[in-house]
């Protein structure tokens, strides 16, 4: 048993045993501090304590107490230098084979991986539709313009299972949205399945140029979907979507649950309008659902009044567009606006009169053409039945064109000027010639007749033209050269001058150049019947443009539809004016000016509905036996009354032809009307005068 061990004071030190621990050796005691010599001169040395000695005589007093010295200051010394270079080069080092091993990691082992991931954050390309250019009258009115419109896309990306879950989110969305776009659900769902073709597609055009009315139908759907989508219950089904179903997972959202038009978004675009209706409208034309002009001035001037789209880019996450995630945009440029010719007032005058009459007449179409005889303008071009460009899916395939440049037609008695334009011309006869008309005249082999029976007529030639004699005609084209086929050549040669059987210069899309078959080959009855207009063919624009020449002289003037453009900068640029040809001396155009106005005033014309009081008319009638264009063969009649005022100082010249009328056929009879209704109104509305002068009414005919 131990005997526990007493605590020790400071006198009951006992001596160091050598290698006991905590104890230090008697050699190591403490060493005096060196003392200066002012302390050694004040202190007495000790004396030296032998053994023996008795310790209290030797113990020397007691020193008084000094004070405690002041600590040193404690130096530091830095660390070497070349260690922290070393420090931070190793540093270095790892940092950089961090990053390259990143890098390799990234654009070598897990590129196809995360490029699928960012396929959500994928740049979506959107075209930024030009603003088409506007077209309008004479004076300005808009017949064609562009509003405000949006194309409704969608990215066939996001209604895929695995984005929506649901099995058949194309089908849902295509059922909302087909009732607001108009458009066959069927097609929507085809248009949002993925492309087999082309499966990385994130664009689908669903329906363009939509209304500001519909594309807001289509937000606010949207964003009932996303509301109802975000609720608690629809957030706790899709955190259960991919857990095993023991646990209560899902494999699929509810439909309730499930913002099938997500995917769906628009784009500001532009959707064409026409405001004046069916005003021109045959003229005008129209664009397809695309946009893109397909009929009239839309489609001959496409290229000017499309413009230039533009681009447009941006990032979508979940059919939005991600705030700040760049892109880029390039500008659309508008396109150029059309100024044409055409008066308003002269061409609604047009088309009321030619729909009043092509209705009485029960005839199959018709049209009036106004042009102005010094410029070779356009005024009016009018066609009946005609055409509404707002209400294009609803019209028939015969309104879609226009007839008055489309159609080509046989001109009948109309073109007998041009006969008479050859034979005074060249000096072969003159207005007062006697022209002895039998009822009857055989050549080759055929016998000809006018359009009346009739015991023999003894006419002047401006009797002839004012009588619309067919007899009369042939005579009087036969003495154009020394045997029939110089005449023919003669004649062939100034039908070409007045531009028949070719293109008027118009450039309409459509525009038929007529026929004229070269004069070496007319043949047989042929060459007897062109003198008075059967056996060549021509478009209404190309009649009137015979007498607008005379009109002005005997210079034709190449017709013309635009007055000048607008483009994107503001600047208008006005049309040069048309190609001027001379056709007949300035005296024969006078000649043949008076003989036009017997046709009116004579009791014996056959153009009296025509005449209006005030002003010299000069114009002829026409009426031809038609060909059927389904048959080939002759199949009713063309009637048709061409004329231009004052005939004093020409202004104005007006065209009338009815197709194929049922009640009554002659030119005279139901054109002359339509021709006096437009010309009265033509020349109020450009302020023309009335005429300072009575009409020469040339003889027209003769005593044997």
């Known amino acids: 048993m131990s005997t526990p061990r007493r605590p020790q004071g400071p006198g009951d030190r006992r001596p160091h045993r050598p290698g006991e621990p905590g104890r230090k050796p008697a050699d190591r ?22 053994r023996g000695a ?29 260690k922290r270079l070393r420090l931070a080069g190793i540093a270095l080092v790892v940092v950089f084979t961090v990053f390259a091993g990143r890098l390799v990691q990234l654009q070598l082992l897990d590129s196809h991986a995360l490029a699928s991931e960012a396929g959500a954050n994928q740049y979506v390309p959107v075209v930024l539709s030009a603003e088409r250019g506007s077209i309008t009258s004479s004076d300005g009115t808009v017949l064609a313009t562009t509003v405000d419109a949006y194309d409704i896309t969608a990215d066939p990306t996001l209604f895929t299972p695995a984005a929506t879950h649901v099995p058949d989110a194309p089908e849902q969305a295509a059922a909302l949205l087909a009732p607001i776009l108009g458009v066959p659900q069927e097609k929507i769902a085809g248009l949002l399945h993925l492309n087999p073709k082309n499966p990385k597609s994130r664009y689908a055009l669903l329906a363009p140029r939509q209304t500001p009315e519909a594309k807001n139908r289509i937000a606010d759907l949207r964003a009932d979907l996303a509301k109802q989508a975000d609720s608690k219950a629809c957030r706790g089904q899709r955190q259960l979507l991919g857990k095993p179903v023991e646990k209560g997972g899902r494999t699929a959202v509810d439909a309730a649950c499930a913002n099938t038009l997500a995917g769906v978004v628009w784009s500001p675009s532009k959707r064409r309008v026409y405001p004046a209706g069916d005003l021109a409208g045959n003229l005008v034309g129209f ?7 397909t009929g009239g001035l839309e489609l001959q001037y496409q290229k000017d009044l499309a413009g230039v789209d533009g681009r447009s880019t941006y990032a979508s996450v979940g059919g939005r567009i991600v705030p700040g995630s760049g892109g880029g945009m390039q500008a659309p440029v508008p396109g150029t606006d059309l100024r044409l010719t055409v008066d308003k007032d002269i061409q609604w005058a047009a088309q009321r009169a030619i729909t009043d009459q092509v209705a009485n ?16 303008r356009v005024l009016a071009m009018a066609t009946s039945p005609g055409l509404d460009p707002n209400k294009l899916a609803s019209a028939r395939p015969e309104q879609l064109g226009n007839a008055a440049v489309q159609d080509a037609y046989e001109p009948g008695s109309t073109a007998k000027l041009m ?3 050859a034979v005074l011309d060249t000096g072969t006869a003159s207005w007062d010639t006697h022209v002895t008309v039998p009822n009857t005249l055989q050549r080759s082999d055929r016998v000809f007749h006018d359009d009346v029976d009739h015991e023999t007529w003894y006419l002047t030639l401006a009797g002839v033209l004012a009588k619309s004699s067919n007899i009369g005609t042939i005579e009087a084209a036969e003495h154009l050269g020394k045997d029939q086929a110089a005449a023919n050549k003669v004649l062939g040669g100034y039908l070409q001058k007045f531009g028949i059987g070719q293109p008027t210069g118009l450039g309409f899309p459509g525009e038929t150049r007529g026929i004229l078959a070269k004069p070496e080959d007319w043949k047989g009855s042929q060459q007897y019947t062109i003198p008075f207009g059967q056996g060549l063919s021509v478009n209404a624009l190309q009649a009137t443009s015979v007498f607008s020449t005379i009109a002005n002289g005997g210079v034709r003037v190449a017709p013309g539809l635009v007055m000048g453009t607008t483009g994107p900068d503001g600047r208008y640029t006005p049309t040069p004016p048309g190609a001027q040809t001379r056709v007949v001396s300035e005296a024969t155009a006078k000649t043949l000016t008076e003989m036009l106005e017997s046709v009116v005033t004579d009791e014996q014309g056959t153009g009296t509905k025509a005449a209006i009081p005030g002003y010299r008319v000069a114009g002829k009638t026409g009426t031809a036996n038609r060909v059927d264009p389904k048959t080939g063969r002759y199949s009713g009649y063309t009637a048709s009354f061409i004329g231009f005022a004052p005939a004093d100082q020409p202004r104005v010249t007006v065209s009338c032809v009815i197709q194929d009328p049922v009640n009554g056929h002659f030119g005279g009879q139901l054109c002359g009307p339509v021709f006096k209704q437009v010309m009265e109104f033509a020349l109020k509305t450009l302020r023309v005068a009335p005429s300072g002068s009575e009409a020469p009414n040339l003889p027209v005919d003769w005593k044997p």
């Open 419 to 421: 006969t008479m334009a």
């Open 361 to 376: 007449a029960g005839a199959e179409k018709g049209y009036v053409v106004v042009q102005d005889v010094k410029t070779g």
């Open 29 to 50: 005691a403490r060493t005096p501090r060196p003392r200066s010599a002012d302390q050694a001169r004040r202190t007495p040395p000790r004396p030296d304590r032998g």
């Open 54 to 82: 008795d310790p209290r005589a030797a113990r020397p007093a007691r020193r008084p107490q000094r004070p405690a010295a002041r600590p040193q200051p404690r130096m530091i010394r830095l660390a070497d230098p070349r």
């Open 287 to 293: 664009v397809n659902a695309e946009g893109t002009g």
